[in-house]
């Protein structure tokens, strides 16, 4: 059904693969439109509750196609609104673990970003080279860097076009958690599997709060907050959640 992504569901998670060994995951159009296929396709399953999005061990993806891109020119980037699709991505409200080995550079740099639980190793190399290209970042890379690790090494890794390990990227808190090579993925799939196993309802609005973080003032953020947790009320999962804790057994959500 796809070119460029691998899917599968394990249990209550679905897997998107990228699956361009050649190209180590160049994010072409065409893998665009399929990863955002396919993850519009998961986050509408009831029987999904997380994402795991994951590369190869080599690539998680070493940016946007730049063969693709090479020839194009201001008009038809513009008429093409050239790469806006992935806005998609971060609309969807199931959450999205990104399983990050190997290379993460460029638009799979700002890929990975658009997660929501970054797992990598020491061996994941995160950058933004495209000031080596003549251009800058152009999926959100000058804007979510600079929100997850800050001006000064937002500023070193995009205009020197350095990259950044994954234990300086924990520490810098880009990365969720530093683990293992071998154990990237592993693990994803474990962290997703726990997060598809809590209230699924919840879970939608907890990511939607901790976003508004980033788009909203600090009085407007706890309102948000606030009225959401107070909707959360009028759930059977909190019924639910609140009851098993009293009876001290675990908690059988409806995931609705
Ligand atoms: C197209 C790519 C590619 C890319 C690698 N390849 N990256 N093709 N676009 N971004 C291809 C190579 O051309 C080569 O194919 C094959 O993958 C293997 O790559 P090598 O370079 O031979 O591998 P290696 O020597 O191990 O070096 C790995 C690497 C290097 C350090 C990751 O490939 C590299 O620097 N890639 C480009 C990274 C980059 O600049 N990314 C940012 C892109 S701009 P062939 O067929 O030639 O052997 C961007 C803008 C986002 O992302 C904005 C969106 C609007």
Redesign the pocket.
């Known amino acids: 059904m796809y070119e460029n992504i691998l899917t599968e569901t394990r249990g209550r998670v679905g897997v998107i693969t990228l699956n361009r060994p050649?190209?180590?995951?160049?994010?072409?159009e065409a893998t665009m439109r399929e990863v955002v296929a396919a993850a519009t396709e998961f986050d509408a399953s009831p029987e999904v509750g997380a994402i795991v999005l994951a590369g190869s061990e080599?690539?998680f993806?070493?940016?946007?196609?730049?063969?693709?891109?090479a020839q194009q020119s201001y008009t038809s980037?513009y008429a093409s609104d050239?790469?806006a699709h992935?806005d998609r991505l971060t609309a969807l409200r199931t959450p999205i673990v990104a399983a990050v080995r190997?290379?993460a550079?460029?638009?799979?740099?700002?890929l990975a970003m658009m997660a929501d639980v970054l797992v990598a190793s020491e061996n994941t190399?995160f950058?933004?080279?495209?000031i080596?290209?003549g251009?800058?970042?152009?999926?959100g890379?000058s804007q979510r860097l600079t929100r997850a690790v800050g001006k000064a090494k937002a500023m070193d890794m995009v205009l020197t076009?350095r990259?950044m390990d994954g234990v300086e990227a924990e520490r810098a808190g880009l990365v969720s958690r530093l683990v293992d090579d071998k154990q990237i993925l592993p693990i994803a799939l474990e962290i997703a599997e726990t997060i598809a196993g809590k209230s699924k309802h919840a879970s939608q609005v907890a990511k939607e709060a901790v976003n508004a973080a980033f788009e909203t003032t600090l009085t407007q953020g706890v309102l948000f907050e606030r009225r959401t947790f107070h909707s959360l009320f009028a759930t059977e999962d909190q019924k639910e959640g609140m009851a098993a804790f009293v009876e001290k057994r675990k908690a059988d959500f409806k995931h609705r």
Do not use: T
């Open positions: 050649k190209a180590l995951n160049a994010l072409n080599k690539a993806a070493a940016g946007a196609d730049i063969k693709e891109m980037m050239w790469f992935w190997g290379y550079l460029g638009g799979g740099c700002e190399k950058g933004q080279p495209e080596n290209l251009i800058i970042p152009g999926m890379g076009g990259m």
